[in-house]
Nanobody, 118 residues
Framework: QVLLQESGPGLVSPSQTLSLTCAVS??????????WTWIRHAPGKGLEWMGA???????YYSPTLKTRTSLTRDTSTNQFTLHLSSVTSEDTGVYYC??????????WGQGTQVTVSS
């Protein structure tokens, strides 16, 4: 059974860079055909797909967030990390990491609350 656990700061100041890490257990992030994604849920809005890092290490980003988003991974620790720069209050929300197969997120972390505030 795959388990995903998000970690990172719960409070970030405006204009700073938010970094969140997802620790994966029970599955290697290099397993063929798997993608590892970040999805967020802002208050009063729907789920928003932010980006994905593939089993190959290739990355894919939401067009609306592409200029501010970067995904990296550490295969030695089986973790992947989201970096979101120049955050504003609009980036406040719950952030989830997921495993995706066949374009569907089939395993989710519990989510981590991020608040952007000075």
């Amino acid at each position: 059974q795959v388990l995903l656990q998000e970690s990172g700061p719960g409070l970030v100041s405006p204009s700073q860079t938010l970094s969140l890490t997802c620790a994966v257990s029970g599955e290697s992030i290099t397993t063929n055909y798997l993608y590892w994604t970040w999805i967020r849920h802002a208050p009063g809005k729907g789920l928003e797909w932010m980006g994905a890092i593939a089993y190959t290490g290739g990355t894919y980003y939401s067009p609306t967030l592409k200029t501010r988003t970067s995904l990296t991974r550490d295969t030695s620790t089986n973790q992947f990390t989201l970096h979101l720069s120049s955050v504003t209050s609009e980036d406040t929300g719950v952030y989830y990491c997921t495993r995706a197969r066949n374009l569907m997120a089939d395993s989710w972390g519990q989510g981590t609350q991020v608040t952007v505030s000075s």
